[in-house]
């Protein structure tokens, strides 16, 4: 299948400092990508999609302008966690899906501290 | 909208038993539905998937089959090994827009030697 890359794994900051994640598409076009989040122990939460060249769609709850998301590409969308707080601690997932959108294909996800 | 219920756990088998784990879905029109499998500290793996009614999915011994009367989608393999030790989320999405998933709660396998 086709392959979605993350970076990096995992990432550690200080509060008040800001992240960004890269979603990657390695294989094929992705003409939207997703973003999740994992808490521990907890099921994937959509914070967000992404359609190349406008902006992003966010899920109800999910501060826009906290997370940050450019999909300036059609192999490429960034999450960039502003300002990051302990709360922001989490796991985040992308997934990406083709013209034909059909299925999506997850990354390997980032695991983010925030100290 | 859309829902996954599945099965509660943790689970906990002893090697060769049978694995069954529960998912039922809510859902407009005829989605597609998937088992993804999360080793831990990593992201997931599409483990298997259907697309239409009666529709069995199959992969690594692991089948579901796709049955719009119950809406359900029940995970099952016959013989289980340590090394299916994982979380297993059942989701769904729509034909529409295939790469918005809806997902369970994932439910933790623990399989003991």
């Known amino acids: 299948g086709a392959v979605v890359s993350q970076h990096p794994s995992w990432v550690i900051c200080k509060s008040g400092t800001s992240v960004k994640i890269e979603c990657r598409s390695l294989d094929f076009q992705a003409t939207t990508m997703f973003w999740y989040r994992q808490f521990p122990k907890q099921s994937l939460m959509l914070m967000a999609t992404s359609n190349e060249g406008s902006k992003a769609t966010y899920e109800q709850g999910v501060e826009k302008d906290k997370f940050l998301i450019n999909h300036a590409s059609l192999t490429l969308s960034t999450l960039t966690v502003t300002s990051a707080h302990p709360e922001d601690s989490s796991f985040y997932i992308c997934?990406?899906?083709?013209?034909?959108?059909?299925?999506?294909?997850f990354g390997q996800g980032t695991r983010l501290t925030v100290v | 909208g859309n829902s996954v219920t599945q099965m509660e756990g943790p689970v906990t088998l002893s090697e060769e038993a049978f694995l069954t784990i529960n998912c039922t879905y809510t859902a407009t029109g005829y989605p597609s539905l998937f088992w993804y499998v999360q080793y831990p500290g990593e992201g997931l793996q599409l483990l298997l998937k259907?697309?239409?009614?009666?529709d069995k999915g199959s992969n690594k011994g692991f089948e579901a089959t796709y049955r719009k009367e119950t809406t359900s989608f029940h995970l099952e393999k016959g013989s289980v090994q340590v090394s299916d030790s994982a979380v297993y989320f059942c989701a769904l999405s729509s034909n529409t827009n295939a790469g918005k998933s809806t997902f369970g709660d994932g439910t933790t396998l623990t399989v003991k030697p």
């Open positions: 259907a697309t239409k009614a009666d």
């Open positions: 997934s990406a899906s083709g013209i034909e959108n059909t299925e999506a294909f």
